[in-house]
T-cell receptor, first 113, second 112 residues
Framework: AQSVTQLDSHVSVSEGTPVLLRCNYS??????LFWYVQHPNKGLQLLLK??????LVKGINGFEAEFKKSETSFHLTKPSAHMSDAAEYFC???????????FGTGTRLTIIP | EAGVAQSPRYKIIEKRQSVAFWCNPI?????LYWYQQILGQGPKLLIQ??????VDDSQLPKDRFSAERLKGVDSTLKIQPAKLEDSAVYLC????WGYGYTFGSGTRLTVV
């Protein structure tokens, strides 16, 4: 069985400060991991993905995530938050071969002006 | 490249009525998914197709939900009869061998 746990349901940061959204996973096989962002009334947009290449993955809009197998984590970071980053973020897991996506429950990011 | 197309964008129906949603995936994507996203929750997989065959429908409430993907291209998801708890956003996604999952904008269903 595979699962994803997003450790914070809501994160608030001030504009210009760092962002950290935490994700832990459980998988019996080597996972592929993704971060998606969902702005209000919009579809899901892929931020970045890890597929067993480099453990530090860079995505769009200045986001990056580091795959740590020993900690079973895939935390999302950004050095400096922007107002436009306010959205819901989902950590997603899949195992190559079955193509089934398992979503975390989401983290709502609020940016304080 | 065109994205995943879904229609309608919004639908309001009364309970016990029926409703259908349509999805056209990215050309060449063999795998198509339907997800249900209830407000405040992450998307939950309803059904996964590989070409025109069903790979996983274990979480599809088959007494009221049905889905088909004729000719392995576009797909229709139907609910009959609808219940209040079916109010959600229904997302369609497609992928090519586990890479490049792309989601549509979704259909927001309100059952009153």
């Amino acid at each position: 069985a595979q699962s994803v746990t997003q450790l914070d349901s809501h994160v608030s940061v001030s504009e210009g400060t760092p962002v950290l959204l935490r994700c832990n996973y459980s998988s019996s096989y080597s996972p592929s991991l993704f971060w998606y962002v969902q702005h209000p009334n919009k579809g899901l947009q892929l931020l970045l993905k890890y597929t067993s290449a480099a453990t530090l993955v860079k995505g769009i809009n200045g986001f990056e995530a580091e795959f740590k197998k020993s900690e079973t984590s895939f935390h999302l970071t950004k050095p400096s938050a922007h107002m436009s980053d306010a959205a819901e973020y989902f950590c997603v897991l899949t195992n190559f071969g079955n193509e089934k996506l398992t979503f975390g429950t989401g983290t709502r990011l609020t940016i304080i002006p | 490249e065109a994205g995943v197309a879904q229609s309608p964008r919004y639908k309001i129906i009364e309970k016990r009525q029926s409703v259908a949603f349509w999805c056209n995936p990215i050309s060449g994507h063999a795998t198509l998914y339907w997800y249900q996203q209830i407000l405040g929750q992450g998307p939950k997989l309803l059904i996964q197709f590989q070409n025109n065959g069903v790979v996983d429908d274990s979480q599809l409430p088959k007494d009221r939900f049905s889905a088909e993907r004729l000719k392995g291209v576009d797909s229709t998801l139907k609910i009959q009869p609808a219940k209040l708890e079916d109010s959600a956003v229904y997302l369609c996604a497609s992928s090519l061998w586990g890479y490049g999952y792309t989601f549509g904008s979704g259909t927001r269903l309100t059952v009153v």
